[in-house]
């Protein structure tokens, strides 16, 4: 007898999997489009990826940050820190970590509700620029506490700023690009305004 998962399983593991997907694939582009923008290795001007994690873990909640955490983890041994398992491993924790911390303030102090319904654009931004520094504070911390301290003002500065650039360009262009569906399937059904 084969055996099938429940359905809520496969969903979950749909999203986990998917999340980890579209966040290498963030990472791959990041790579390719801002190759020039690395201050250092893991610090960049601009990181799309900071954006994906976000918006990965305000749709998906925990089970995004499940995914955020997987791929977190693969980019750390694999591809940032792979001479270094201790650094790698605490990187892709707090890579994981600072978005879902960053959701659990919007579900808790800021009363977004888990379908976003009531997300509005002052509520994104202010969550935007908090993850924007919650994110770099905690990896500078860490590099700091393991004896790596220089310039860790400035890999915060230079990490902070391509956190919030990377995740406002995610964000914007996934909010222009849901506004564009919107125009295009009301023009083909004649109700666009």
């Given at each position: 007898m084969p055996l099938t998962l429940p359905n809520a399983v496969r969903h979950y593991l749909a999203v986990i999997f998917g999340t980890a997907f579209i966040f290498l694939l963030t990472l791959v582009a990041n790579?390719?489009?801002?190759?020039?923008?690395?201050?250092?290795?893991?610090?960049?001007?601009?990181y799309l990826p900071a954006g994906m994690r976000l918006l990965c873990t305000l749709v998906f909640g925990g089970v995004g940050a499940i995914g955020i955490l997987m791929a977190s983890l693969i980019s750390c041994?694999?591809?940032?820190?792979?001479?270094?398992?201790?650094h790698a491993l605490f990187a892709g924790i707090i890579s994981a970590l600072a978005p879902y911390l960053a959701y659990l303030f919007a579900i808790r102090k800021?009363?977004?509700?888990?379908?976003?319904?009531?997300?509005?654009?002052?509520?994104?931004?202010?969550?935007?620029?908090?993850?924007?520094i919650v994110g770099?504070?905690?990896?500078?911390?860490?590099?700091?506490?393991?004896?790596?301290?220089?310039?860790?003002g400035e890999r915060f500065v230079v990490m902070m700023i391509g956190d919030l650039g990377g995740t406002l360009i995610v964000v914007y262009t996934l909010k222009l690009s849901l506004w564009l569906i919107t125009r295009m399937h009301g023009a083909a059904h004649g109700t666009s305004r």
């Open positions: 790579e390719w489009i801002f190759r020039h923008s690395e201050y250092v290795r893991g610090v960049n001007w601009v041994f694999f591809y940032y820190f792979p001479n270094d398992p201790v800021l009363g977004i509700r888990p379908s976003l319904d009531n997300l509005t654009a002052k509520r994104l931004l202010l969550l935007v620029l908090l993850y924007s770099p504070a905690m990896q500078q911390s860490w590099s700091m506490l393991t004896d790596n301290a220089e310039n860790a």
